[in-house]
């Protein structure tokens, strides 16, 4: 924080005092010149999001934070307030999910600052006057203040790049809810989102300078989410982040002066009786997946390998029952045409007496198609496999064709069950064949091979990646496809066991002949 705040000229030293800690403690800015929006006792989880906004040597924030708990009020307007208002900042950016949201923001800002009794009296108005068209500059797409701070809101769609007022560029963006429930589902605008946000808007700051900051602060809606990929550390670890939530695993409430532990119990159930317990957790606690309606649960995951799993039965074991049928799936990328793109590639064995499914190695990378072919056929020889089954939904001009072309070249020999799943391209519904496969216990894991699949299957039906899950799941559809059901194969004692109980009629002889 500054050490010289902009202080109105004739402030009392009573005064002078009060607002230089407002100036260095949002929360009592908050109270101070916001009572009425802020008129309950914050919880001491709002005071970590406080101590983050006053360390400003902290150029990037992420929150999570719940439903409710005057995220927005504390972001797009508190604080934004004290930057004008103290000549902190000179270039704001307010970004929401869509332009209209942002400009609502904006202009409840503006609202406040013009209207706000307290803050006109201390500070003075901030409506721009010196202009000559002053409308024009302290309209509702973007204003300018009398002591000359830009104010821009702007969609997360929307163009940023290259943005300057006068030889300033941007010093502060809040992104408040940058993703909405409809686009977040969405794998492909999850990921144009994340792309123009890191490259439109973090390289849009003077990176010379430290007057710079991104705060972002939102719920998070989905585990590949851009706000939950800012608060992995594995993958960003220059963020600050928080993640807060309303109550505990019991319901018990974070938060007693805003809702109490019986609210907090009545809200769940609430959800629960509706069938939406998974959006109380997403609203309410920050976690995508309702954990206890989930449909993988870690107790699913059995292993097989030999000693101390839970089946016996080895890779080598495997490879020789006859009653064993091995298939490679392929959930080849969309743009896998034009180059190295994710894949997934998933070899699962079915034994056909037992009813068992053997999930024994994933693959997950970026693959150009040779590699692809060079991964499936290794794959293919190592577990003796004899189906080939790639995904076939809008790409078999691309994969079934050049397959069978480069098994030629190479001299091999497959059947290819082409992959066509009815209930689209990804997503729940095309997977959810699995989940009581896993309930009843038929599937087993290979441990060494099978890491990232069970980190996705955790995070069902909201994974942060569907190749790898959509890959195991194909194995539904090809066996469908090439009319491989589970069925009973038996040995051919059982059948000879089976002619020795049948009792015959006695032969009827009809003229001699029987």
């Keep these: 924080m500054g050490t010289s705040p902009f202080i109105p000229e004739g402030a009392n030293a009573e005064l002078e005092d009060l607002l ?45 934070a719940p439903r409710g708990w005057g995220k927005t009020s504390i972001f797009n307007l508190a604080y934004p307030a004290k930057q004008i208002v103290y000549r902190n900042k000179h270039y704001i950016v307010p970004i929401s999910a ?3 949201s942002a400009l609502e923001q904006s202009e409840n800002l ?37 002591t000359g701070i830009k104010v821009m809101p702007r969609g997360a769609e929307q163009q940023i790049r290259g943005r300057k007022f006068g030889n300033f560029r941007p010093d502060l963006y809040i992104g408040d809810d940058l993703e909405d429930d409809e686009g977040v589902e969405s794998e492909d605008r999850r990921s144009k989102l994340e792309r123009r946000f890191f490259s439109s808007v973090v390289n849009s700051v003077d990176l010379g300078d430290d007057f710079w900051r991104i705060l972002v602060i939102g719920t998070i809606l989905h585990e590949d989410s851009l706000l939950a990929n800012l608060l992995n550390k594995e993958s960003n670890p220059e963020w600050t982040t928080i993640r807060l939530e309303l109550c505990n695993d019991l319901y018990q409430s974070n938060w007693p002066d805003y809702m109490s532990d019986k609210k907090v119990k009545e809200l769940a159930d609430d959800y629960r009786k509706k069938g939406l317990l998974d959006v109380f957790y997403r609203e309410f606690r920050n976690i995508p997946i309702a954990t206890e309606d989930q449909g993988f649960k870690q107790e699913y995951f059995k292993y097989y390998g030999g000693k101390g799993k839970d089946d016996v039965a ?14 490679i ?5 969309k743009t896998m045409k034009t180059g190295s793109a994710n894949t997934a ?33 290794e794959m293919a020889e190592r577990l003796n496999a004899f189906v080939l089954a790639p995904e076939v939904t809008s790409l078999n001009e691309y994969i079934t064709y050049p397959l069978k072309t480069e098994m030629a070249k190479r001299g091999l020999h497959y059947i290819i069950v082409e992959v066509k799943p009815r209930q689209g391209k990804t997503g729940p519904k095309r997977s959810g064949g699995l989940v009581p496969l896993y309930r009843q216990g038929l599937v087993y894991h290979n441990e060494t091979a099978c890491g990232g699949l069970e980190k996705y299957l955790l995070q069902w039906p909201r994974p942060s ?48 002949v029987i």
């Design 345 to 377: 590639i998933a070899g699962v064995s079915i034994n056909t007496k037992t009813n068992k499914v053997y999930i024994r190695d994933v693959i997950e990378a970026k693959m150009y198609p040779d590699e692809l072919y060079d991964k499936m056929f």
């Design 20 to 64: 230089e800690r407002c100036f260095k403690d949002t929360k009592l800015f908050c109270k101070v010149f916001f009572p009425k929006t802020f008129y309950r006792k914050f919880s001491k989880l709002h005071d970590q999001i406080f101590e983050v906004l006053d360390d400003e040597s902290l150029k990037k924030v992420a929150i999570a």
């Design 329 to 333: 799936l392929c959930d080849p990328a």
């Design 465 to 512: 990646k569907w190749d790898v899950i959509d890959a195991v799941a194909g194995f539904i559809f090809a066996v469908e496809e090439g009319e491989r059901y589970f069925t009973s194969i038996e040995s051919a004692e059982d059948v000879e066991k089976e002619y020795e109980e049948i009792e015959y009629e006695p032969a009827i002889e009809y003229r001699g």
């Design 98 to 100: 869509t332009g209209a």
């Design 314 to 327: 080895t890779e080598e074991e495997l490879n020789a029952d006859r009653n064993v049928e091995t298939m």
């Design 110 to 146: 503006k609202f406040e600052l013009v209207g706000n009794e307290d803050l006109v009296e201390v500070f003075g108005s901030i409506r721009s006057s010196y202009a000559t068209d002053a409308e024009k500059t302290f309209s509702k797409l973007e204003w300018i203040t009398s």
